[in-house]
């Protein structure tokens, strides 16, 4: 059974950090993925990055100021949030894709398997 488990949201101020986690278990995933959805919006992108973590995408709101990453011993996903805006404020969810064949945008919603339940993000102005 898949599990992923997100930790590491809060509140923090403007030009703050801080550094999600999502414990990924019961499966085997070929990408891993943060999206991000604030109040009245749709859930978007945030950033994305293969099993082995050469290669990663990110959102044009998202690079420069976030990292994403994995530690595959412990099965962890990470994003480190830095400098933060108040209009980075919403619930960030971790997603995983299972491993198979074909081509797939990383961006789209519809292209992950399983979601995490979200951590909630605030930042202060």
């Known amino acids: 059974q898949v599990q992923l488990v997100e930790s590491g949201g809060g509140l923090v101020q403007a030009g703050g950090s801080l550094r999600l986690s999502c414990l990924a278990s019961?499966?085997?995933?070929?990408?891993y993925a943060w999206f991000r959805q604030a109040p009245g919006k749709e859930r978007e992108f945030v950033a994305a990055?293969?099993?082995?973590?050469?290669?990663?995408s990110y959102a044009v709101s998202a690079k420069g100021r976030f990292t994403i990453s994995r530690d595959n011993a412990k099965n962890t996903l990470y994003l480190q949030l830095d400098s933060l805006k108040p209009e980075d404020t919403a619930v960030y969810y971790c997603?995983?894709?299972?491993?198979?064949?074909?081509?797939?945008?990383?961006?789209?919603?519809?292209?992950?398997?399983?979601w995490g339940q979200g951590t909630q993000v605030t930042v202060s102005s």
């Open positions: 019961g499966g085997t995933f070929s990408h």
């Open positions: 990055v293969n099993w082995g973590g050469g290669s990663t």
């Open positions: 997603a995983v894709r299972i491993s198979r064949s074909g081509s797939f945008y990383v961006s789209g919603t519809g292209n992950y398997d399983y």
